[in-house]
């Protein structure tokens, strides 16, 4: 027999990461989140819109949290799940806690960022008055395979010239 709770959870990370495929539009990193209520209504998607937004704090994430904050009337995000492919990083988490989401489900870790058990693990320091449960690993190939892909094809492109180069900028 399925297990329904990994069903949903897999069709959840389906979501998030066609949601992710939309940042390569702009050349933005490919992570993707979706905000589903517990009764399996899609409540807000987002992706990356850093390089789009010239914004460090445009993550998937945030803009997933806020979007679904004005659909729902409410910064409680209560009775929902947020799925994204990418473990989130502090900011990301901090935001998470402050909105009370429930539920985190993300793809793949990130050793280098993630403040989900990777490097920090905001989501379950017990001195925060929140703590949602967190599962990863959910499609973690496929996430990670998005990513994998993308830095690839990022390393292969050339390097500005130097004409291209801001003034005084003597690496690319």
Not at 22 to 38: M, Q
Not at 42 to 47: E, N, R
Not at 135 to 155: I, Q
Request: with cysteine; charged share 25%.
């Amino acid at each position: 027999m399925k297990n329904p709770s990994h069903d949903s959870d897999a069709a959840g990370m389906r979501l998030a990461i066609a949601e992710a495929m939309r940042a390569l539009e702009h050349d933005d990193v490919p992570v993707g989140a979706v905000v589903v209520r517990t009764s399996g209504e899609v409540v807000a998607v987002a992706h990356n819109e850093r390089e789009l937004r010239e914004d460090p704090t445009a993550h998937a994430e945030l803009i997933a949290l806020q979007r679904a904050s004005q659909a729902l009337g409410s910064w409680r995000l209560l009775d929902t799940v947020l799925y994204v492919t990418l473990e989130p990083c502090a900011m990301c988490a901090g935001a998470i806690v402050l909105g009370r989401v429930p539920r985190v489900v993300y793809g793949t870790s990130d050793p280098k960022a993630g403040a989900a058990g990777s490097v920090l693990d905001i989501l379950a320091e017990p001195r925060l008055n929140h703590r949602p449960q967190v599962d990863g690993g959910v499609l973690r190939d496929e996430c990670a395979a998005l990513l994998r892909n993308f830095f690839a094809a990022r390393r292969t492109k050339p390097l500005p010239s130097a004409a291209a180069r801001p003034e005084g900028c003597e690496s690319g």
